[in-house]
């Protein structure tokens, strides 16, 4: 009876709740817009409201353990309360912007089982966690996380990639675009998950994830409701042939084991008024733990040299081209000559069949190529399938970095049970050690780990350009989605840069010689638009030689910035970001497969007059993907630009402060 009425009246709510031993407690945002009421007694309950209007009816939460007293939540007692207010400035090395200011309430909530919820309102969402102060360890059976949404809200909707073993895969996915009634109850959806609520839009996050499942969610087909779900523990795992990789065979019949004194995830729910506030939401990096390697200064953002998109497509040389000792050194020649910082050698330098990175192919010189690499001021960066690193995790470490390898690109987790998170963990501390960075593909989104390890700069589970090379899907869509919710967790390793640009009737999936969807401007401008300290140039040296004003400019884009802005925007439409390094800035355009006019207002820029370098869609780029056009001009705050975008277009832009 107390469930079904919560929400329709504060006042009758009250009165009831109070009578059957339920307590009710209000937080507010520092600006009074997100509302949250908490009940606890007949379990723990909390609804959502914005600017007044309900949002989430009362969901409920909890954590089912293996220890009986612990686990009375349908007749819980509130033991004590704390509230206070939190205000601080971070620092976010290697981020979206160099730091910004968190503010909101705080409410804690001490449990009678042992167990303590702490819930925040920010002006822009709504957090919670759950925290333990035990002794010894135990067993997490089951999480509650519900998430009854007030209405039959649209959402975008990631689901898994595989019904068969959802757990198990790759994190990368497009959004389906339908009511939460006409959710697909076969298969789980991973998250970011956002829900347009109309006037705004809710989106599902998680951060600090350490010893734990991730979290996925259903939806039951016939409510507007989600619930959260989590892959159990594994009890037996199998490596496959091909590359080692190991997957879960059996599970175990609960989710987690952990430590009884411990702080679980954050449960977020970011909540916006409109679409440009989504990329620049920080919730999940200001939730995280703080740095734990501390200096950082070792750690050098920068642009790589890639091989495996475009398959070692280098011509016009006398050598033959492969997995071999001269093919890399053209690919550090060209890093050299362009000042781009780095090289990957990806899958193949080391026998993926052997499971044993302490090894190469004979083909290969490594310690050549190092040294090599050194002296031409480019670093080396070595892929590895993650748990085949993890293995011999010291040993690697200690051995390549001695030898002046950079850093590792890890590959092929695809799943984010507790096992894997702590892998995930284990990997980031050690390569810190030894002043190695990490850039994690094959992997589930970002949970905040770049703001604890600064070491992790970049993360996969995204539906990236290497999609391309074996299917045909509406990728300039995908371009103007994912930054709204993706984007949201952290950073994107997305690997683009093609040099043949095919429009939409012109495209075709070739393994061996790879093309984008769309404009050459709507290449250029993902680096703009995309979050990506560690940004990937996925064609060959060959193709980029040929096109050397779009190589310079890509060449030398900032790819780290101490202010970032959504300048205008639309989900599955189109985005304007804009961003600053020191005095200057950097404006990228994308829009989806229709053609648009983008009236950009300069007035985020300061006083003074600005050189930009423009490089936008050619008049006949909608038949012709790489037909651009480049210009100079002389610009100030008070000027618009009329930017004529292609189907599956963009622009990019560079201004540079005139001193003159």
Known sequence: MVKKIVGTGVLLVLALALQAGVKMYTLKSPDGKV???????????????????????????????????????????????????????????????????????????????????????YNDGMAYRFVAGRKGEMTVVEERAEFNFADDFEAYIPYSTNPKDPWNMAFQNFYTKA??????????????????????????????LEAYPGMFVRGDGKTPAL??????????????????????????????????????????????AEDTQMPVNHLVYALAAPNRIGDYNWIKPGKVAWEWWNDWGISGVDFKVGINTPTYKHYI??????????????????????????????????????????????????????????EQLEKACRYYAGMGIKGFKVDFLDRDDQKAVEMVYRIAETT?????????????????????????????????????????????????????????????????????????KDFRDIYSSPMSQGTRCHQLATYIVFDSPLVMLCDAPTAYRKEPECTRFIAGLPVVADETRILQGKIGEYIVTARRVGEDWIVGGLTDWEARTVDLDLSFLPEGMFRAEIFCDGINADKKGEDYRHEYRDVKREDRLKMQLAPGGGFAIRLKKNHN
């Not at 781009?340 to 310690?367: N, R």
């Not at 050194?374 to 892929?383: A, D, M």
């Not at 589930?444 to 604890?452: A, D, E, L, Q, S």
């Open 35 to 121: 509302k949250l009421e908490v009940t606890a007694g007949q379990g723990i309950a909390y609804s959502l409201f914005y600017d007044g209007r309900l949002l989430l009816k009362p969901s409920r939460i909890a954590l089912h353990t293996d220890l009986p007293e612990a686990d009375h939540w349908e007749n819980i007692r509130i033991t004590g309360t704390k509230q206070r207010h939190v205000s601080e400035t971070v620092q976010a090395p290697f981020y979206r912007v160099k730091e910004f200011g968190i503010d909101c309430n705080e409410l804690e909530l001490r449990l009678n089982n042992g167990f303590s919820l702490v819930m925040r309102a």
């Open 179 to 208: 009511p939460l009634t006409q959710y697909n109850t076969e298969l789980p959806a991973f998250l970011p998950l956002t829900v347009d609520a109309g006037t705004v839009k809710l989106t599902l996050l998680e951060s600090d």
């Open 227 to 272: 619930k959260g779900v989590f892959a159990a523990y594994p009890q037996e795992t199998f490596k496959n042939k091909w590359r080692c990789q190991e997957t879960v065979k059996t599970r175990r019949p609960y989710i987690a084991r952990v430590a009884g004194k411990r702080t679980f995830p954050w449960r977020i729910m970011a909540v916006t």
């Open 333 to 390: 020649d060209f890093a050299a000559e362009q000042g781009i910082e780095y090289v990957v050698l990806d899958e193949g330098w080391s026998d993926p069949k052997q499971g044993d990175i302490m090894t190469t192919v004979p083909e290969i010189d490594l310690p050549e190529l190092a040294e090599y690499a050194r002296n031409k001021g480019v670093g080396l960066i070595l892929w590895a399938v993650m748990n085949v690193l993890d």
């Open 432 to 504: 810190a050690k030894y002043k190695l960075f990490v850039d994690f593909h094959g992997m589930y989104k970002p949970t905040g780990i770049n703001r604890t390890f600064p070491n992790a700069i970049n993360f996969e589970g995204v539906f990236g350009m290497e999609e391309l090379k074996w299917s045909n899907p509406d990728m300039p869509l995908y371009d103007v989605t994912m930054p709204f919710i993706r984007m949201m967790a952290g950073n994107v390793d997305y690997t683009q840069g093609a040099m043949r640009n095919a429009v939409k």
